[in-house]
């Protein structure tokens, strides 16, 4: 029967861990690798990261006994960096270009993932947890693609914490009736069970994706002696902390945690981050058991834990200081994670240090096969070459220059790009390219305010001074339950100043900017503007700010004095220094001193776009992709599961 919570000790933890397992008593002839994913955890959200307003010390204990990786870079969101640590090549190298088609998405077949290529090294494999790498047929599935078993969901959220589903389906968008949580075994797919003793309902996801993952620990311990035994052991463990649900009801309730949990927050003034406190806080626990296993069963002496989130946190519930922005965004706090790695085989020189070279969740796929468990890379594991790099001899300090001098954020190509009609009505971060060459960052976009958008720097808020009663900001417990919820934030802080808001007829203290007329604005010295959501690349603010005031009053420049007055447009796109500008507040583009290094920087990124495959859907995108939508629903509805078209 499934226990409510685990109450081992709580040890070790992390957000994304690969844990390397080993030891003295059970001496497996591979490392063993537990590789867990936090989902949407925020740069600032750690108790080490933000002066200990979060309760999170198994994972802090691991930041301070470990190698921080201080410039790890994802995709702003979490399926294509799913792929992209599955295959060991970039999201889009594989077709992941977004997630516009997250329904329909699915890795190639030819490509061979990192649970099959450690199979045929000699492990087992068991993947717990967040899939979202595919599931619309069942060539896309977790247990057709390396691992022995599944248990977990495909799509990228659930619908609730506690409720997996039955009676009634699921409550998560975009789903037909149907129940996404599963128990897999080989080419038995099959939906949890849902009714009965070992039901998964009723129980914290935490609980479920922990308790699984100990029982596979001490199984493969328990088997080290009997013949045929597996070489070595791989678990990804993708938990759902800290991501909001996804049900219809999210804005108000999307956010859970236990109430006895969410009372360790009790001086937390908002009950939004009572709750995201108490769900980063269950995350520790988890990987705090996760890890008391590895040790009762001896497993732990010879274990590599490599911590990281999927993605930034989103500013609707998460924290990302001192970077600026959040998810689903390019700048630094979208794309740039917490992460590090832990490991008693790790040298003592490097123990307590801040690995600062730049690395890439597709680095994870040559690391673990090669660097980790040792073995020889083959030679095809897919039609595109792997983009990631062995990063275990920096990691330890044999090599002290990092393998990786770039990253390719995002890119626009023939398949994709703001024209090509694969995504009608995304959002502007959606046709963007972006890039990190060196010390230097581009941020290319149709959109020429990309780099004025509001997109503040946010940090966990500070705690009062007297305990604040969880209710008062819409937080809600279920009736009946400790079943705490809480709301998303609407809005976040944006630091608009509107105090300076005048025209500069000297165009002396304020920076030009034009309209799309080539009409230029001039506005007095200020660090922000009086638009909706204009954020300023410097003094001077945003000219839409102006321009639409003289439009309104019916003026022109031809007609009307300063301040409006005739000059060029300035060019489009970002160019930041992110190692002496982090919070990418000085927009370089317009520097006459940085204007051949930006043509520069935007040819290279070019060059590696246009090396990308086809988007990867399981089907065209049209009627097909439409036709394979009412058969999935179709099969849920007669199944009561999400399954495969072709189950």
């Known amino acids: 029967m499934l226990t409510a919570r685990l109450t081992m000790p709580l040890e070790i933890a992390c957000t994304m861990i690969f844990v390397v397992a080993g030891s003295s008593m059970l001496a497996a002839a591979k490392p063993n690798i537990v590789h867990i994913v936090a989902d949407d955890l925020g740069y600032n959200d750690l108790g080490i990261r933000n002066g200990g307003k979060t309760f999170t010390p198994v994972i802090d204990d691991l930041i301070r006994n470990g190698v921080t990786l201080s410039s790890y870079y994802t995709f702003r969101v979490c399926a294509p960096t799913r792929a992209s640590i599955m295959t060991g090549r970039y999201p889009w190298g594989v077709g992941y270009y977004d997630m516009s088609d997250d329904m329909h998405h699915c890795v190639d077949p030819k490509y061979q993932m990192t649970p099959a290529v450690l199979k045929s090294l000699g492990y087992e494999t068991h993947a717990i947890g967040k899939y979202d790498v595919g599931f619309v047929l069942r060539h896309c599935l977790p247990t057709y693609r390396g691992f022995d078993d599944f248990f977990g969901y495909y799509t990228a959220c659930t619908s609730d914490y506690w409720m997996h589903g039955a009676p009634g389906g699921s409550d998560a968008l975009g789903h037909c009736n149907d129940i996404d949580f599963h128990d897999s075994v080989g080419a038995n797919i099959s939906g949890a069970v849902m009714h009965g003793p070992n039901s998964v309902n009723n129980t914290y996801d935490q609980v479920l994706f922990t308790e699984r993952a100990v029982h596979h620990i001490n199984a493969f311990a328990a088997n080290q002696n009997t013949d045929g035994a597996a070489s070595g052991l791989y678990i990804y463990l993708a938990y759902h902390n800290v991501h909001d649900t996804c049900s219809k009801n999210r804005e108000k309730a999307g956010l859970g945690a236990p109430r006895d949990t969410v009372e360790r927050y009790a001086t937390t003034t908002q009950d939004t981050w009572k709750v995201q406190g108490a769900m980063t806080t269950e995350l520790d626990y988890g990987v705090g058991n996760v890890t008391a296993a590895l040790k009762a069963t001896g497993l732990y002496a010879n274990t590599v834990l490599i911590l990281v989130s999927d993605n930034g946190g989103p500013l609707q519930h998460s924290t990302n200081a001192p970077l600026r922005g959040g998810k689903a965004t390019q700048w630094e706090g979208g794309v740039r994670v917490e992460a590090f790695v832990h490991s008693p085989l790790l040298p003592v020189a490097v123990r307590g240090s801040v690995y600062p070279g730049m690395m890439h969740s597709s680095d994870w796929y040559v690391t673990c096969i090669v ?277």
């Not at 922000?528 to 839409?544: A, D, F």
């Not at 300063?562 to 500008?581: A, E, I």
Request: glycine fraction near 12%; charge should be negative.
């Open 371 to 647: 660097g980790i468990a040792g073995g020889a890379f083959p030679a095809n594991t897919g039609p595109r070459p792997p983009d990631g790099h062995n990063m275990w001899p920096a990691l330890t300090g044999q090599n002290l220059t990092s393998p990786r001098t770039e990253v390719i954020h995002a890119v626009q190509n023939k398949y994709f790009n703001g024209g090509s009609g694969h995504c009608e009505g995304c959002p502007p971060n959606v046709n963007v390219a972006s890039a990190r060459f060196g010390d230097y960052k581009i941020i290319l976009s149709g959109n020429r305010t990309y780099c004025d958008s509001a997109q503040p720097v946010v940090a966990w808020p500070t705690p009062g001074d007297s305990a604040v009663p969880f209710g008062l900001s819409g937080g809600v417990v279920r009736n009946g339950t400790d079943w705490a919820y809480a709301p998303l934030l609407k809005t976040y802080p944006m630091a608009t100043d509107v105090s300076e808001r005048h025209g500069d007829p000297t165009c002396q203290t304020g920076i030009p900017y034009a309209n799309s007329a080539g009409s230029i604005c001039c506005l007095k010295s200020c660090t922000r503007c009086g638009c909706p959501g204009g954020v300023p690349y410097g003094p001077g603010g945003n000219s839409g700010c102006c321009v639409t005031d003289i439009v309104s009053a019916n003026q022109s420049c031809a007609t009307h004095p300063p301040p409006c007055v005739m000059g060029p447009p300035p060019k489009p796109g970002c160019l930041f220094n992110v190692v002496t500008d982090l919070n990418e507040t000085h927009n370089l583009r317009n520097d006459p001193a940085y204007l051949e290094l930006f043509d520069k920087l935007v040819a290279m990124l070019q060059e590696r776009a246009d090396t990308g495959p086809p988007l990867a859907s399981a089907f065209p995108l049209g009627e097909k992709n439409k036709t394979a939508d009412e058969v999935t629903c179709a099969t849920g509805e007669r199944t009561g599961v999400l399954f495969p078209v072709d189950y």
